[in-house]
């Protein structure tokens, strides 16, 4: 009887696993959804929040729609290259708790973007006395640094960091970065112009 009563149990949850699988699909359509819409408003937005006290004109950035994350909401990159070097010409945003949130900063030195889609790492280009390619990791809402590979014009040398920017052999570079991406390779975001007919063929 107990043995019988145990099946069952089984047969239960394995019926309501199933269940729960379209609900959840469905659940997300609408959020991709939202987000898009979300992310088309704000881009028509004469100012873009560039930082907390800085704003630039949304007619300057060029944007991205890219699955960073694991999520399958995409977050939305923008470039702009008319802002002061320091400053970082990259912005990452996500759509959360209904609303266009800023994650955080990439430089993206030289025009590209590169990540690793659904592994939540993208690299941030930096371009100062050599190229340093930062590996960064989005983790819950904010951005992580996790390694770094540089090469210098001093002596034209490549190094490679870990997370504490401790030097480090290639080969544990290899292995770190390895942990954070799997067999995953990079993507390069392509970015396109802020107008209103790439708006709403970009964010649906």
């Not at 959020?31 to 028509?44: N, P, Q, S, V």
């Not at 540089?150 to 034209?156: E, V, Y």
């Not at 942990?179 to 390069?188: A, C, E």
Request: charged share 30%; with cysteine; aromatic share 14%.
């Amino acid at each position: 009887m107990l043995k019988r009563k145990k099946i069952w149990l089984i047969l239960l949850y394995v019926f309501s696993v199933f269940l729960a699988v379209p609900s959840l699909k469905a659940d997300a359509a609408p959020a991709k959804k939202k987000a898009a819409k979300a992310y088309k408003e704000f881009l028509a937005k004469d100012k873009i929040p560039w930082d907390a006290n800085w704003e630039v004109p949304a007619k300057e950035c060029k944007f991205s729609l890219i699955y960073i994350d694991k999520d399958n909401i995409p977050e939305l990159v923008l470039y702009n290259n008319s802002v002061p070097h320091m400053g970082g010409y990259c912005r990452i945003f996500t759509y959360k708790n209904g609303k266009v949130t800023r994650v955080g900063t990439a430089d993206m030195d030289g025009g590209k973007f590169y990540y690793y889609k659904k592994k939540g790492v993208f690299i941030s280009c930096y371009v100062t006395g050599g190229v340093f390619d930062n590996y960064r990791k989005v983790t819950k809402g904010k951005i992580v640094h996790k390694l770094q590979k540089g090469k210098t014009l001093f002596d034209n040398k490549t190094r490679y960091y870990n997370s504490n920017r401790k030097e480090i052999s290639k080969s544990a570079f290899n292995r770190q970065l390895k942990k954070l991406v799997g067999s995953k390779k990079k993507t390069s975001a392509r970015f396109y112009p802020n107008t209103p007919a790439i708006r709403k063929k970009r964010c649906r």
